[in-house]
């Protein structure tokens, strides 16, 4: 009996696998239906199909449509799969398939062959078609007969741009442009339109020039959009068109407890719009005052009177036609700094992190990648100790350099006897000295950073190797955080192995505490 009963489970068991090999070789089977399509055509330059946006393809069945799977065919890629319906549903018997256009690579149509298009009918058979496609790339517009360079007439007189522009599809539009507001930035002049798909058209333009342009650009357009242009150089001295300055110094004493004079004359062809006043004292350019209802006025006697800002080194003065066009007069300010102030040093504490290091001859970071290759310069490092994170003296890290990786390649001092040893003070309020550090420093009445000006405030020389961020704990001299205790005073040997240093002063202004994503971000005052 059970030998009987292992036999006829042995023969279900055949049964059942010739059962499933025969559903598999049915779904290749080819039944009974058609798949019919027109060619066609994609078009580069607009990215479209002709005759129709989408590609279409009648299909006929005689079981009924179950699923089409729609390939696309390239002779440089594999068949890629790219549109597939599912007519399970209703089971049509015949069927318009529309695979839209969306579901085309685009940019990636120049080996196109056409679509495969395979049908799986009610009866698990098959049907399978081809739908053609031509990849079509159309020529762009031609510009010949164009000057290279032209002299235009400055005067108000016609300038005459002369050439052919032709198309083997049409032309849509001509453009012409110049850069008369600036350089190389080109503005519209005129279009050139209604030209009914014509495949040549000689130019023939009356350019009236334009003050301070140097060059024309024209730029034709197809009927599928293609541009192609060409541009002509116009070699025109623009510097008599722009305003300009006369009578004003050549540098500027500034009165740091009030205001100084600025004077001059500004004169312009077409009458001024207005004039600007800049400084640099946050290191980069700032409006600080304007002039205007100027009135289009062709010659004004400018007198400014400027309020000195601390860390300015100059003023600049930008003046405004009525064209829109601009010239500008920078001025030196005569004023000696004994310090360099560098604002918002963002540097970070990781493993692997990008601003690991400081240098102080510039006021830029590196990264860990850079630390063998500037042992000798870096000032300082930011490092994420177990306990938080911290400012360290290069010549503190002998136990923690295996922590600086480069690529997963940790850092070898490879010359102890270069590394600086800068030292750290953390400066607690509650001192006289030090809390009139704070008020100066809040008033931005700090310049000079020598000893002479620690001592005053007897304030010790810094002793510490480095100084940890801890917004929880109590501030002490090597403990600092960005609510209180935001200053620290750095001693920064320079970087010749002598016994000469710079003062620094650092003040913190954000910085975060977690394991791995330690940051800080701070300005840095560094005596010259």
């Known amino acids: ?113 056409g679509v495969k298009v395979m049908v799986k009918q009610a009866d698990n058979s098959s049907l399978e078609g081809f739908i053609t496609i031509t990849f079509f790339d159309p020529d762009l517009p031609q510009l010949t007969g164009f000057p290279q360079s032209l002299t235009a007439d400055i005067n108000g007189g016609n300038t005459q741009i002369k050439g052919t522009v032709t198309s083997a599809y049409g032309l849509k539009q001509i453009d012409i442009y110049d850069d008369y507001q600036t350089e190389n930035t080109y503005v519209l002049v005129n279009s050139i339109t209604g030209l009914n798909d014509v495949k040549q058209y000689a130019v023939d333009y009356a350019y009236k020039y334009r003050k301070a342009a140097q060059h024309i650009k024209v730029a034709a357009t197809d009927i599928y959009g293609q541009v192609n242009e060409l541009i002509i150089d116009m070699p025109v001295d623009v510097s008599i068109f722009k305003p300009q300055f006369t009578g004003f110094a050549a540098s500027i004493t500034p009165n740091q407890s009030g205001t100084t004079p600025v004077t001059g004359t500004i004169t312009s062809v077409t009458g001024l719009k207005r004039i600007d006043i800049y400084d640099d004292y946050q290191g980069s350019y700032e409006l600080v005052g304007s002039i205007s209802n100027l009135n289009n006025a062709l010659s004004y006697n400018m007198s400014y009177d400027y309020t ?39 540097m970070t504490g990781q493993t692997t992190a990008t601003n690991t290091i400081f240098f102080d001859s510039n006021g830029t970071t590196g990264s860990n990648c850079d630390i063998s290759a500037n042992e000798a310069t870096m000032a300082f490092l930011y490092y994420g100790t177990s306990t938080g994170p911290a400012f360290y003296s290069p010549t503190n890290t002998t136990n923690v350099a295996a922590n600086y990786k480069c690529s997963g390649t940790s850092w070898v001092i490879s010359n102890q006897s270069v590394l600086r040893a800068t030292r750290f003070r953390v400066l607690v309020p509650g001192t006289t000295g030090i809390d009139n550090v704070y008020a100066l420093y809040n008033a931005d009445a700090i310049d000079k950073l020598d000893d002479a000006f620690f001592d005053a405030n007897s304030i010790a020389a810094p002793g510490g190797s480095s100084a940890k961020y801890d917004p929880s704990a109590s501030a002490t001299t090597s403990v600092f955080n960005t609510a209180s205790a935001y200053l620290i005073y750095a001693r920064i040997p320079d970087a010749n192995g002598g016994t000469t240093h710079k003062n620094a002063l650092i003040r913190v202004k954000e910085a975060t505490s977690s394991t791995g994503t330690s940051t800080i971000k701070f300005d840095i005052m560094i005596e010259k």
């Open 308 to 346: 000195f800002r601390k860390r300015a080194a100059h003023i600049k003065v930008v003046a405004e036609d009525a064209d829109g066009l601009q010239a500008e007069l920078i001025i030196p300010l005569d004023i000696v700094y004994y310090t360099t102030l560098y604002k918002d040093v963002f």
């Open 1 to 113: 009996m059970k030998t009987f009963l292992k036999l006829s489970m042995c023969l279900l068991l055949v049964g059942a696998l010739f059962s499933i090999s025969s559903c598999k070789k049915d779904e290749l089977s080819s039944g009974d239906g058609t798949v019919t399509a027109e060619g066609y055509t994609f078009n580069k330059a607009n990215q479209k199909f002709t005759p129709d946006d989408d590609v279409k393809a009648e299909i006929t069945s005689g079981q009924g449509i179950r699923f089409v799977y729609c390939y696309l065919v390239r002779s440089n890629a594999t068949d890629s799969l790219i549109y597939v319906t599912n007519n399970t549903s209703d089971l049509p018997r015949d069927y318009t398939l529309t695979i839209p256009a969306a579901s085309f690579p685009v940019n990636n149509m120049a080996h196109v062959k």
